[in-house]
């Protein structure tokens, strides 16, 4: 079963308005959809229980897990310069 992945109106904001610039990010976020666990294979900090701070393709991406309801919720995208 895939992981629904919801956008805060930030994150969102930022996917439309930065486009094509942050394609590899979003196809990176679009991956964790299809992961078993909903988690990166690398380059993320758990902050709390189910928060994240992933650092992928020259972003910064912020972003909590539900995993009852198998849903990611991204919060934040930015880039890291």
């Not at 909903?38 to 380059?43: F, V």
């Amino acid at each position: 079963m895939r992981w629904e992945i919801g956008f805060s109106l930030e994150a969102s904001s930022y996917a439309i308005d930065s486009h094509p610039y942050n394609e590899a990010v979003l196809q990176a976020i679009e991956w964790l959809s299809f992961t078993e666990d909903g988690l990166p294979t690398s380059g993320y900090v758990a902050l709390e229980s189910e928060l994240y701070l992933w650092q992928i393709e020259q972003h910064y991406v912020f972003f909590q897990r539900f995993p009852a309801q198998k849903q990611l919720w991204i919060a934040v995208i930015k880039p890291q310069t």
